[in-house]
């Protein structure tokens, strides 16, 4: 397997393993030479080793969301960049947060994980914003879901 196979295998396991247990997919907006993967779910259905190694809080009233951005290289690859991601998260009644970002790097693979306070099913609007490194282009992303904590 060549290196940037293996880095692109790298950062789909990365998501995999955040997401362990979850059901939930991530899903993938598409910006040409970029892609910007996510996915968003409760916390508590984290695995506590796997909430442990990623210092993330396990509850019924916290959610997760992971970002990760790849670029296509020349030989039509896309490979983990990092960047900066911020964003904002809305419920019903239009309140806002700001989602707290923080990086990490598992070799040659990049993501971002921000935790947020949820109702159970409550109607939730994300606003997220990634700048990917060596590049002035912003990828906007907004997207709406109801979370559920199935292990109540």
Do not use: C
Not at 71 to 84: A, C, F, I, L, M
């Amino acid at each position: 397997m060549s290196h940037s196979a293996r880095v692109l295998l790298n950062t789909f396991t990365a998501l995999i393993l955040i997401t362990m247990a979850t059901g939930i997919s991530a899903e993938t907006a598409d910006f040409g030479e970029y892609r910007v993967n996510y996915n968003i779910f409760s916390s508590s259905f984290l695995q506590p080793d796997v909430a442990e190694k990623y210092n993330l809080k396990r509850s019924r009233s916290i959610g997760v969301i992971n970002v990760s951005v790849l670029k296509e290289g020349e030989d039509g690859v896309y490979r983990s960049v990092g960047g900066q991601i911020e964003g904002q998260v809305f419920n019903d009644l239009q309140q806002s947060s700001y989602l707290g970002f923080r990086r990490v790097t598992e070799g040659d693979v990049v993501y971002y994980l921000a935790q947020f306070s949820y109702s159970n099913g409550e109607l939730l609007t994300f606003q997220i914003t990634a700048n990917p490194q060596g590049s002035d282009r912003e990828l906007p992303i907004r997207v709406t879901q109801t979370l559920f904590d199935e292990r109540q």
